[in-house]
T-cell receptor
Framework: SQKIEQNSEALNIQEGKTATLTCNYTNYSPAYLQWYRQDPGRGPVFLLLIRENEKEKRKERLKVTFDTTLKQSLFHITASQPADSATYLCALRALTGGGNKLTFGTGTQLKVEL | ETGVTQTPRHLVMGMTNKKSLKCEQHLGHNAMYWYKQSAKKPLELMFVYSLEERVENNSVPSRFSPECPNSSHLFLHLHTLQPEDSALYLC????????????FGPGTRLTVL
């Protein structure tokens, strides 16, 4: 069956360190993968998109990698700050068979401590 | 107002009530979506509308009834809900169906007693 898996345990890191979040998928041929940020009581906010033929994408302190052999995307936040504390969701759109849908992972909560 | 707005932000209803959730987008988008988000579960896509036509219905129970009167407004009509329907209901929009980025509203926190 198709699955998108993110680490359900919260990730706690110190301010200034690099946070790395993982998104693994099985039984998908992805067209692209997206990362969203969600704060408590709010809707998700789009951060980055990476296509299946791209290895890496950057935006300011954010970096996403995509390894279609490992079926994995990594999301990095460098020089992390307490304001980066949130839940981060990955979402995947399949090349075929997915219809019009983005399929989301459960998200990983990131806590950046002083 | 800008972006995607949803009303009400919180709703408590009994199992025999009928209520409606409203979503409005001010972005000029052509596609709109309803998602359900329950604790510890991924977002579940419920309905997709493109140019006011429903293009996807992901096996959602008939006690949830969507309506899209125009490309800026989306409703979710609720009746005879169950306690397990308690969740955060999120509306989103995008430029088109194949487009990359979805813009989400703040959600309606629904509690069914």
């Amino acid at each position: 069956s198709q699955k998108i898996e993110q680490n359900s345990e919260a990730l706690n890191i110190q301010e200034g360190k690099t946070a790395t979040l993982t998104c693994n998928y099985t039984n998908y041929s992805p067209a692209y993968l997206q990362w969203y940020r969600q704060d408590p009581g709010r809707g998700p906010v789009f951060l980055l998109l990476i296509r299946e033929n791209e290895k890496e994408k950057r935006k300011e302190r954010l970096k996403v990698t995509f390894d279609t052999t490992l079926k994995q995307s990594l999301f990095h936040i460098t020089a992390s700050q307490p304001a980066d504390s949130a839940t981060y969701l990955c979402a995947l759109r399949a090349l075929t068979g997915g219809g019009n849908k983005l399929t989301f992972g459960t998200g990983t909560q990131l806590k950046v401590e002083l | 107002e800008t972006g995607v707005t949803q009303t009400p932000r919180h709703l408590v209803m009994g199992m025999t009530n009928k209520k409606s959730l409203k979503c409005e987008q001010h972005l000029g988008h052509n596609a709109m979506y309803w998602y359900k988000q329950s604790a510890k579960k991924p977002l579940e896509l419920m309905f997709v509308y493109s140019l006011e036509e429903r293009v996807e219905n992901n096996s959602v129970p008939s006690r949830f009834s969507p309506e899209c009167p125009n490309s800026s407004h989306l409703f979710l009509h609720l009746h005879t809900l169950q306690p397990e329907d308690s969740a955060l209901y999120l509306c989103a929009s995008s430029t088109g169906l194949a487009d990359n980025e979805q813009f989400f509203g703040p959600g309606t926190r629904l509690t069914v007693l």
